[in-house]
C-alpha cells in the first residue's frame, strides 16, 4: 500500500490569491484533483486546472511541465499537490516491515502454486495433444468457432458506461478496443493492459489491473457479451451451426456440404437471412469509415463512425472545443447510447442538449454516407 485512503488539502500562492488543492488518493495513486483558482488571473492561470492536473494525473506526480503563459500558477499548483501527496504517503517504518513480511509470504504461495502448476500440466500433456489434435480435425472438416466480424457491447464502470467492440476472425479474436474516456483519469489508463491480456488469452478469464477493479470488471463483461454475440454453437445435428448472437443480433443458420440439399438450402437461408432483416428494419452499410461535421454550442464537431455490413461498431468525436465539464464530456454517454440503439433515435444527455443534437447529426449524416447507392 502506498498511500492511505482519502482526500488531502493543501495550498501554495499564486501570481495574484492563495490557490486551494484538494487531492483524493486510493491505495495506489492519486485518482482525483480539485482547484481553485478563481482568484488567479482571468483568461490565464485561472483557466489552467484542467489541464495541469489532467498531466499530474497521468503522471502520477508532480513532475511535469506547466502551462506555458501561466508559470507561476502551475508551479503553486505543482507544490499543493506536491504537499497532499506528503500527507498521504505511507512511510512508517512498521508499515514497511508488514508489508515486506507480506511479500514474503506472497513469494511463498506463489512457489507452491507454481509447484502445483507444473505437477498439473505434466497430468494434462497427453489431454492438451489430444484437443489439439481435435481443434486441427475441426478446422479441416472447416467448422468455425466464431462468426467472423466486429461486435460492440457496452457495460457499466466506475463513472461512466465502458464501450468494447471486438473482432473475430473465424477461431480467434484478432482486434479488442476499450473505450474508458470517461473513467477517472488514473484508471482510463488501463484499457490497453486489459486488452493486451484479454487477445494474449483468447479469454475473459485473465486477471485483470490491481486497483481498478470496477473498470477492468466492466471492460471484461462488455468482451464476454461480443464474444456470445460472435459465437458458433453446434447443433445436434452434423449439418448445421446456430450463430448465438445479441439482442440485435439476428439467429441466422449456415448449412454444410453435408446435406445432399446444401446448394438449395443455402439459397434458402439467404432468403430467410433477407427476410430477417427486413422484418428488423436492420440497415445494410457499405463497410468503412465515414466522417461529418455538425455545430455545437461553441464549435465544429467532427464525429467519424465505422461501419460493417450490418451495424455500426465504433463512434470516435472530438469535442474538445465544447463547454468543459458539460459538452465537452458527454462523449462517451452519447456516443454509448447510439451504439447500443444503432440509431440516432436516443435521448442525449441532460444538460449538454445542443451538443447531443451536433454528435446525433453528425452520426446521422455519417449512416447516410454508408448506407450509399448499393448495388
Known amino acids: 500500500m502506498l498511500y492511505t485512503p482519502g482526500t488531502y488539502t493543501a495550498s501554495a500562492e499564486g501570481i495574484s490569491s492563495t490557490i486551494t488543492v484538494n487531492v483524493t488518493f486510493d491505495e495506489t495513486g492519486m485518482y482525483r484533483i480539485d482547484y481553485d483558482l478563481s482568484g488567479e488571473t482571468a483568461g490565464l492561470g485561472a483557466d489552467i486546472g484542467p489541464e495541469i492536473t489532467s498531466r ?3 503522471a502520477q506526480s508532480v513532475d511535469v511541465d506547466g502551462v506555458s503563459g501561466a508559470t507561476v500558477t502551475s508551479d503553486a499548483v505543482k507544490q499543493a499537490v506536491e504537499d ?8 512508517n517504518a512498521e508499515d514497511d516491515a508488514e508489508t515486506e513480511e507480506e511479500t514474503e509470504a506472497a513469494e511463498t504461495d506463489a512457489a507452491e502454486t507454481e509447484a502445483e502448476s507444473e505437477a498439473s500440466e505434466e ?15 475441426d478446422l479441416a472438416d472447416g467448422s468455425a468457432l466464431y462468426l467472423a466480424g466486429t461486435y460492440t457491447a457496452t457495460a457499466e464502470g466506475y463513472s461512466t458506461e465502458v464501450t468494447v467492440a471486438m473482432t473475430f476472425d473465424e477461431n480467434n479474436i484478432v482486434e479488442m478496443d476499450a473505450d474508458v474516456s470517461g473513467e477517472t483519469s488514473t484508471w482510463a489508463l488501463i484499457d490497453d493492459d486489459v486488452v493486451a491480456q484479454v487477445l494474449e488469452a483468447q479469454s475473459v478469464d485473465v ?3 490491481s486497483g481498478a477493479t470496477v473498470t477492468t470488471d466492466a471492460i471484461l463483461e462488455a468482451a464476454e457479451d461480443c464474444i456470445a454475440q460472435a459465437m458458433i454453437e453446434e447443433d445436434d445435428s452434423d449439418s448445421a451451426s446456430t450463430i448465438i448472437g445479441g439482442a440485435d443480433t439476428p439467429t441466422e443458420i449456415y448449412l454444410t456440404d453435408n446435406s445432399s440439399d446444401a446448394a438449395d438450402a443455402e439459397d434458402g437461408a439467404e432468403t430467410e437471412e433477407s427476410d430477417a432483416e427486413e422484418e428488423s428494419g436492420a440497415a445494410a452499410y457499405i463497410p468503412g469509415t465515414y466522417t461529418a461535421t455538425a455545430e455545437g ?3 465544429t464537431i467532427t464525429v467519424s463512425v465505422t461501419f460493417d455490413e450490418t451495424r455500426i461498431y465504433r463512434i470516435d468525436y472530438d469535442l474538445s472545443g465544447e463547454t468543459a465539464g458539460l459538452g465537452a464530456d458527454i462523449g462517451p454517454e452519447i456516443t454509448a447510447q447510439i451504439l447500443e440503439a444503432q440509431s440516432v433515435d436516443v435521448d442525449g444527455v441532460s444538460g449538454a442538449t445542443v451538443t447531443s443534437d451536433a454528435v446525433k447529426q453528425a452520426v446521422e449524416d455519417c449512416i447516410k454516407q454508408a448506407q450509399g447507392s448499393q448495388e
Open 123 to 137: 497430468e494434462t500433456t497427453a489431454g492438451n495433444v489430444e484437443t489439439e489434435e481435435e481443434a486441427e480435425t
Open 84 to 91: 497532499c501527496i506528503a500527507q498521504a504517503l505511507i512511510v
Open 207 to 209: 486477471d485483470g489491473i
Open 297 to 299: 454550442i461553441s464549435s
Open 56 to 58: 499530474i494525473l497521468e
